[in-house]
């Protein structure tokens, strides 16, 4: 059986005006994908009669399976009813179950029954009504041409809960028939996207049924395999070691595995502690290693030092080595990173300094960073130049401060 086409309708002149955020569609994807039930088409739509029945109309034509979010209210906005009946050529009709449902509620909580209300209660000839124990609209099913609709509310918990409860035990015997499908996330950093796709591409030609898709989300880079079909879990296995052999260490993880767990795993693995000297970065680096519960068992903490004063005085940088080499220097970076090691007793210690902007200076240009690592084996240091704005180098620096630790635990 061909995979059913699911497709995802949100309503709303909200949504078009920039006044919120869909945030109900993408729930449900994540769901559906869950299921083995990918979306694969989503519009948004003004509550406009002309444009919301041609939306239905083209999504009946095209798909199996549509979720329509929101308009099914009382006011003279909430159109979709309306339009639903529209776009599948029928009446509309009084649904006595459905307005004594929403009478009672109206009672239950004090409130008079206006005519609007009867509104709500019309439904589309031939739709199924399905209560709403969250709220006052039903949802609705109805057949348009070939494909199912399902009707629900915009207001984000109505929507969560009847997706749950109704809509998602309805599809589960479409999940049944499609094929099995298996992804992984693999997480790097440090390497292009264009490079990532270089080293993965053929990956397919070596692993028939294997898919292959990327995503930036700065500073990582991410390729997700999907491996589809009875032998999913089989294929991955096998496509997975493979990938991560071609991608070596910049691929810090896999799936769940954050850039923070990655980093802290490598010092768990050697029992090892460390501590942290930041100057552009103010503790980015520290709070990123943090985000992991658990790190108090490695992360002993760190210092911020933006000034020179603060550089010589806390941190113990002589202050001939920042006369002689600037701030901004591998030496600096290197002496704060031992200064750090030494004074705060870790095993290791990392540290960085360089310019986030706006402004360069007469030595270097905006985004210019050094990092540094001490180890008990001597202290290293890398010159890098990050592009973007202030914030984007910061994040970037962070990242750059805590890898030179990840990769060199992981070859020590
Ligand atoms: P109501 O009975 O509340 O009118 P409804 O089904 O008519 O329900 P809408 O009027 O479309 O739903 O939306 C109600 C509210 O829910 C909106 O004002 C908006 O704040 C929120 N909402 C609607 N659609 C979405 C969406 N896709 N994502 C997030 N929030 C939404
Ligand atoms: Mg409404």
Redesign the pocket.
């Known amino acids: 059986m061909a995979e059913a086409r699911i497709e995802l309708i ?3 002149d ?2 078009l005006n920039g006044s ?6 993408p729930w449900l994807m994540g769901q559906l994908e869950g299921l083995g039930l990918p979306v694969w088409r989503k519009t948004m739509v003004r ?1 406009d009669r002309g444009a919301l029945v041609e939306t239905l109309r083209m999504a009946a034509s095209r798909s199996d399976v549509v979720v329509v ?7 003279s ?2 159109l ?1 009813a309306e339009c639903a009946a529209e776009a599948a050529g029928v009446g509309m009709r009084f649904d006595e179950g459905a307005f004594a449902s929403l009478e009672a509620r109206m009672r239950a909580r004090g409130l008079a029954v206006s005519a609007n209300n009867r509104r ?1 209660a019309m439904v589309p000839e031939g739709a199924e009504v399905i209560p709403n124990r969250h ?3 039903p949802m609705l099913e109805l057949r348009i041409q070939q494909a199912r609709f399902f009707f ?5 918990r ?2 969560f809960a009847l997706a749950a409860e109704e809509l998602l035990p309805r599809l589960s015997a479409l999940a049944r028939a499609a094929p099995q499908r298996r992804t992984i996330l693999l997480r790097c950093y440090g390497l292009p996207e264009s490079a990532l796709d270089q080293k993965l591409a053929s990956l397919p030609d070596s692993f028939p049924g294997l898919s292959l898709a990327y995503r930036t989300t700065l500073p990582e880079n991410h390729a997700k395999l999907t491996a589809t079909g009875p032998r999913a879990e089989a294929l991955l296995a096998e496509a997975v070691p493979e990938a991560r052999r071609r991608l070596g260490l910049d691929c810090f993880g896999q799936d769940d595995e954050t850039f923070s767990r990655a980093v802290g795993n490598t010092l768990l693995d050697k029992k090892a502690t460390l501590a942290l000297a930041e100057s552009l970065t103010a503790g980015r680096a520290a709070a990123l290693l943090a985000e992991t519960p658990g790190a108090s068992r490695y992360l002993l903490g760190g210092l911020v030092v933006y000034s020179e004063r603060l550089k010589r005085e806390l941190l113990g940088v002589p202050a001939d080595l920042l006369a002689e080499h600037g701030a901004v220097s591998l030496e600096v970076a290197e002496s704060m990173a031992s200064q750090a090691r030494s004074r705060l007793g870790s095993d290791y210690a990392v540290a960085c300094t360089g310019l986030a902007g706006p402004e360069g200076d007469e030595r270097h240009p905006v985004g210019t960073v050094m990092t540094a690592l001490a180890s008990p084996s001597g202290v290293t240091s890398r010159r890098h130049l990050f592009m973007g704005d202030r914030e984007r180098i910061r994040e970037f620096a962070a990242y750059a401060t805590l890898d030179a630790l990840r990769r060199s635990l992981l070859t020590s």
């Not at 919120?20 to 569609?25: H, K, L, P, Y």
């Not at 629900?152 to 984000?156: D, E, R």
């Open positions: 949100a309503t709303g909200e949504l919120i955020v869909d945030t109900n569609s509550d979010s929101g308009g099914l209210g009382p006011t906005d909430d979709t709500q709220g006052t609209a629900l509310p915009g207001v984000p109505e929507y």
